[in-house]
């Protein structure tokens, strides 16, 4: 009798150390599958930093394209109007130059044609 | 007889206290190895992910700066060009306020008719031809004809040949022109065109580097000069 009631103690004692020990494994898979849902947050939270950098650079870029535009055009215009001073200053002389050579004609006949 | 129901007892209970701790262990055993696989999948992950992460906006920050120096690039081109069709403009216009300056045919009228002869005598010596037909400004007509002559004449004179001249009735020059003739031999094969508009378009040719430095400066990049 007593034996009986020891060997069924004995077993509820392994059956209940085999339970916690099971219990322990389906806590640790809970605790892996955690691990891809906590990896997913963190990684989503990173993404979102790493975005919002690269937009405000994009932002950036944006307004400096326009800045640069307008920089590069106010330039050319100043540098189309120094051309057209410098024209102006400068083209006096040429001009009666030209026109004098284009007046004066000196015809001559082919040196290998002239009879002294 | 053996043991007494104290020692049974006793002996149970050890062998029980030995199942309940070698449970504990192993329970402290898995959730060791849990926390441990759970930091090293999600570090795995993690790091997995975030390369690729990297990579990919590292690519799209290196194409906004490709953008931008294409950008820059194309301003710079296009200011270039700009600036040479601002310059060509000049130059055009100024090839154009001379011939408006060299259009006196009527205001400055002995000059004209100096510069119509010499233009006709140029015209001979440059065909020496025997047979030679003059083309004018119908404006001009009548002044050509009588510049004939004398043109004849010096040219016998130099080159000691004879040359028959007509004067083109049916076909004129353009009343665009400011002035000068054409000049056809050899059944109008021949062309010379003597205008004033073509001595400005040869000479403004020719002198265009000249025009350029005087107009707009010496060009300081430029390396050769022969």
């Known amino acids: 009798m007593l034996q009986s009631r020891g060997i069924t103690d004995l077993i509820s004692a392994e059956k209940e150390a085999q339970g916690r020990i099971e219990e322990a494994r389906k806590r640790k898979n809970k605790r892996l599958k955690e691990a891809q849902n906590e990896a997913k947050t963190e990684i989503e939270h990173f993404k979102g930093d790493r975005d919002q950098r690269y937009k405000s650079l994009e932002q950036q870029q944006l307004g400096n394209r326009n800045q640069m535009t307008e920089e590069s055009n106010r330039t050319t215009q100043v540098q189309i109007g120094d051309l057209k001073d410098q024209y102006e200053s400068n083209k006096g002389a040429l001009l009666e130059r030209i026109l004098t050579l284009v007046c004066d004609i000196k015809p001559e006949s082919h040196i290998n044609a002239r009879i002294d | ?203 403004f040719h020719q002198m265009l580097p000249e025009i350029r430095e005087t107009l707009f400066g010496t060009n300081h990049n430029r390396k050769y000069y022969d």
């Open chain 2, 1 to 203: 007889m053996g043991l007494s129901e104290a020692d049974v007892t006793k002996q149970i209970q050890q062998m029980i206290s030995f199942i309940q701790q070698e449970a504990a262990e192993k329970v402290e055993e898995i959730e060791a190895k849990a926390e441990e696989e759970f930091n090293i999948e999600k570090s795995r992950l993690v790091s997995q992910q975030r390369i690729k992460i990297i990579e990919y906006y590292d690519k799209k920050e290196k194409q906004i700066e490709l953008q931008q120096k294409v950008q820059h690039s194309n301003l710079a081109n296009a200011s270039r060009l700009s600036i040479l069709k601002a310059r060509d403009e000049c130059i055009e216009a100024f090839k154009e306020e001379i011939r408006k300056k060299l259009d006196f045919s009527k205001v400055d009228r002995s000059k004209y008719i100096i510069i119509l002869s010499n233009l006709i005598i140029q015209g001979l010596y440059t065909l020496m031809e025997p047979i030679i037909t003059i083309r004018c400004r119908q404006d001009d007509y009548g002044l050509v004809q009588r510049l004939i002559p004398d043109a004849i004449r010096r040219y016998k004179q130099t080159v000691k040949k004879d040359i028959e001249i007509h004067l083109d009735q049916k076909n004129f020059l353009s009343e665009k022109l400011t002035g000068g003739i054409e000049l056809y031999a050899m059944n109008d094969k021949i062309k010379v065109s003597n205008t004033i508009e073509a001595r400005l378009d040869i000479i």
